[in-house]
């Protein structure tokens, strides 16, 4: 059974804490953490075109919120930039 959901993720708080040089990565691991939690799923997979969304502004300057659209087929959760 597929459950699908849509969720703006806040990032803020990964910016203001972290080093400049370890951001994005840092909003990575917050967007995994995030649905893990929401979704109750072991195992999450981050889109190509999501990631890009991340890293677009370089390593220092991710986005401040991103709107994720998440599929989950059994334990796996699949995040896709929504729009």
Excluded: C
Aim: hydrophobic share 40%.
């Amino acid at each position: 059974m597929m459950e699908e959901r849509i969720y703006t993720i806040p990032l803020r708080d990964v910016i203001n804490k972290s080093v400049r040089t370890k951001r994005a990565p840092r909003a990575i691991k917050k967007i995994k953490q995030f649905l893990k939690r929401h979704m109750k799923a072991d195992i999450v997979k981050i889109d190509n075109e999501l990631n890009e969304k991340i890293w677009e502004r370089g390593i220092q300057k991710p986005p401040a919120r991103v709107r994720v659209k998440a599929v989950k087929e059994g334990n796996v959760v699949i995040a896709t930039l929504a729009e």
